[in-house]
């Protein structure tokens, strides 16, 4: 965990009363208040999903490319490697993801009393990771060094921590990095696409994760000043082979009979959502399938699909976060559909899209080439360096300093659109995961001024969300709206005033 010192949120809330305090006199006198500027950090990247939520056995497979092709035609042993870590995880204390019926029932009931905020994950007991590698790594067919002990050991301190209730995660998260005051956690959906399931279905796990937006608007999360407000999952292989497709702009309460984007608009409209996150790796582009993709049957239901979402969302200035690195293809050849520049043909169509890039083409020159001409082409595109190796690895911190000092001399409009992400609780499969916030300031903050390190910190993520303007000033926008529904009579965060 990171210490306890005073964030900026709770400096922004001050300055938020001095300028309300400031608009009475200002009232008496006739004038109108000055807006308040907002500082504050968000991290814009980030999950909270429990293993409940996930096909785990085909995602755990599918973190490693070739792993699966592996498995299905030579050996299986990789499976038999991920169920033995994922059994091993599962005889620890408390270590049981709750089902989705559960944890919703207890959320509504803790909603409906005011309480203290929820509780983080209890850690690890003493000497149980070393345990836990040990009794893990006999299904491997070989010797296991002392490094690679140590990333089966990370594995499975991120397995066990995702064995536990979504609220509990969330709160975890906030107490991890205590400078943060607002928290977008992206759902996934991988059900189509893995060869497998999740325990709890998508439309559950909506209902959760508002559950866990409310709280968190009671300041029971983990910190009173803590908000989570996250993103839906929308894969569009579930809309165009799932329910009949509904109008998002008149979405009932998520289950089993609602298609993807319904259940996107619920999320936006009631849930407390702020966006969409997709994930093309799995196997899709985020347009064209049926020129790129001629062999797949159902490609032309996936561009219907993925055309109907940009709409929905450029209409309603809902933001849409897409998986924008070479990282985690669901099978060897599938980074090509994954590129920056496939979004080309998505943002002629739809110019004022508010979109992100998401890990920002990780270490690929010319992937971030492609996004960063997209982001001098149109007003509403970012880029998030989520779950960078500028954390843990100094020599990669340096280049990319190097790297980023040219391309925002290059491309001014870049200082902008950065954004800082965690990916947590991904992030903590690499080392050092929770200094990400600390790290992102060392690193940025030698090639960036003051304020400019504040627009990435922060600031930046709320232009993109669409609740601040150029002016560092709350913006009245559908989004605003939207979340002012949300909290209703709740006191609002000065990233909403």
């Given at each position: 965990?990171?210490?306890?010192?005073?964030?900026p949120?709770?400096?922004?809330?001050?300055?938020?009363?001095?300028?309300?305090a400031?608009?009475?006199?200002?009232?008496?006198?006739?004038t109108?208040?000055?807006?308040?500027?907002?500082?504050?950090?968000?991290?814009?990247?980030?999950?909270?999903?429990?293993?409940?939520?996930?096909?785990?056995?085909?995602?755990?497979?599918?973190?490693?490319?070739?792993?699966?092709?592996?498995?299905?035609?030579?050996?299986?042993?990789?499976?038999?490697?991920?169920?033995g870590?994922?059994g091993?995880?599962t005889?620890?204390?408390?270590?049981?993801?709750?089902?989705?019926?559960a944890?919703?029932?207890?959320?509504?009931?803790?909603?409906?009393?005011?309480?203290?905020p929820?509780?983080?994950?209890?850690?690890?007991?003493?000497?149980?990771?070393?345990?836990?590698?040990?009794?893990?790594?006999?299904?491997?067919?070989?010797?296991?060094?002392?490094?690679?002990?140590?990333?089966?050991?990370?594995?499975?301190?991120?397995?066990?921590?995702?064995?536990?209730p979504?609220?509990a995660?969330?709160?975890?998260?906030?107490?991890?990095?205590?400078s943060?005051?607002?928290?977008?956690?992206s759902?996934?959906?991988?059900?189509?696409?893995?060869?497998?399931?999740?325990?709890?279905?998508?439309?559950q796990?909506?209902?959760?994760?508002?559950?866990?937006?409310g709280?968190?608007?009671?300041?029971?999360?983990?910190?009173?000043?803590?908000?989570?407000?996250?993103?839906?999952a929308f894969?569009?292989?579930?809309?165009?082979?799932?329910?009949?497709?509904?109008?998002?702009?008149?979405?009932?309460?998520?289950?089993?009979?609602c298609?993807?984007?319904?259940?996107?608009?619920?999320?936006?409209?009631?849930?407390?959502?702020?966006?969409v996150k997709?994930?093309?790796?799995?196997?899709?582009a985020?347009?064209d399938?049926?020129?790129?993709?001629p062999?797949l049957?159902?490609?032309?239901?996936?561009?219907?699909?993925?055309?109907?979402l940009?709409?929905?969302?450029?209409a309603?200035?809902?933001?849409?976060?897409?998986?924008?690195?070479?990282?985690?293809?669901?099978?060897?050849?599938?980074?090509r559909?994954?590129?920056?520049?496939?979004?080309?043909?998505?943002l002629?169509?739809?110019?004022?899209?508010?979109?992100?890039?998401?890990?920002?083409?990780?270490?690929?020159r010319?992937?971030?080439?492609?996004?960063?001409?997209?982001?001098?082409?149109?007003?509403?595109?970012?880029?998030?360096?989520?779950?960078?190796?500028?954390?843990?690895d100094?020599?990669?911190?340096?280049?990319?300093?190097?790297?980023?000092?040219?391309?925002?001399?290059?491309?001014?409009?870049?200082?902008?659109?950065?954004?800082?992400?965690?990916?947590?609780?991904?992030?903590?499969?690499?080392?050092?995961?929770?200094?990400?916030?600390?790290?992102?300031?060392?690193?940025?903050?030698?090639?960036?001024?003051?304020?400019?390190l504040?627009?990435?910190?922060?600031?930046?993520?709320?232009?993109?969300?669409?609740?601040?303007?150029?002016?560092?000033?709350?913006?009245?926008?559908?989004?605003?709206?939207?979340?002012?529904?949300?909290?209703g009579?709740?006191?609002?965060?000065?990233?909403?005033?």
């Amino acid at each position: 965990m990171t210490g306890g010192r005073q964030g900026p949120t709770r400096r922004a809330l001050l300055a938020g009363a001095m300028a309300g305090a400031a608009g009475t006199v200002a009232r008496s006198a006739g004038t109108a208040p000055p807006a308040p500027e907002v500082a504050l950090d968000v991290d814009v990247h980030c999950h909270t999903f429990c293993s409940a939520d996930l096909p785990i056995v085909g995602f755990v497979a599918h973190q490693i490319p070739g792993l699966t092709e592996i498995s299905r035609f030579f050996t299986r042993w990789p499976e038999a490697i991920v169920r033995g870590l994922l059994g091993a995880v599962t005889t620890l204390p408390d270590a049981v993801a709750p089902a989705g019926g559960a944890e919703l029932a207890t959320l509504r009931a803790l909603a409906a009393q005011p309480g203290a905020p929820l509780p983080a994950v209890p850690p690890l007991p003493p000497g149980a990771a070393e345990q836990l590698v040990t009794s893990a790594v006999k299904y491997l067919p070989f010797a296991v060094g002392a490094e690679q002990r140590r990333v089966v050991a990370r594995t499975l301190e991120a397995l066990y921590l995702v064995a536990h209730p979504r609220a509990a995660i969330a709160a975890t998260l906030a107490q991890t990095f205590p400078s943060v005051a607002l928290f977008t956690p992206s759902l996934v959906d991988y059900d189509a696409w893995s060869g497998d399931h999740s325990p709890t279905p998508l439309w559950q796990q909506l209902l959760i994760q508002a559950q866990i937006a409310g709280l968190a608007v009671a300041g029971r999360i983990g910190r009173p000043d803590a908000r989570f407000h996250p993103f839906a999952a929308f894969d569009p292989r579930r809309q165009a082979q799932g329910p009949a497709a509904g109008n998002p702009d008149r979405p009932r309460l998520p289950g089993p009979a609602c298609s993807a984007l319904e259940m996107v608009g619920w999320a936006v409209a009631s849930g407390g959502f702020l966006g969409v996150k997709v994930y093309p790796p799995v196997g899709f582009a985020p347009l064209d399938n049926a020129q790129l993709q001629p062999g797949l049957p159902f490609a032309a239901g996936l561009d219907r699909a993925l055309a109907g979402l940009y709409a929905f969302c450029e209409a309603a200035e809902v933001p849409v976060l897409t998986h924008a690195s070479a990282s985690n293809e669901y099978g060897l050849g599938l980074r090509r559909l994954v590129e920056p520049g496939r979004w080309a043909p998505v943002l002629e169509r739809f110019p004022k899209l508010r979109l992100d890039f998401g890990h920002f083409g990780g270490d690929l020159r010319g992937w971030i080439d492609q996004a960063v001409a997209l982001i001098d082409r149109y007003p509403h595109v970012y880029a998030d360096l989520s779950n960078s190796a500028l954390v843990y690895d100094g020599v990669f911190a340096a280049r990319l300093q190097a790297r980023l000092a040219e391309l925002l001399a290059a491309h001014p409009k870049l200082k902008r659109r950065l954004m800082y992400g965690s990916d947590w609780w991904l992030s903590a499969l690499d080392p050092g995961a929770s200094l990400a916030a600390e790290r992102f300031r060392t690193v940025l903050g030698a090639i960036l001024a003051a304020d400019e390190l504040a627009d990435v910190m922060g600031r930046n993520a709320l232009r993109f969300l669409g609740l601040l303007d150029d002016q560092n000033r709350p913006r009245p926008g559908a989004a605003a709206r939207r979340l002012r529904g949300f909290y209703g009579t709740a006191p609002r965060p000065a990233w909403l005033a």
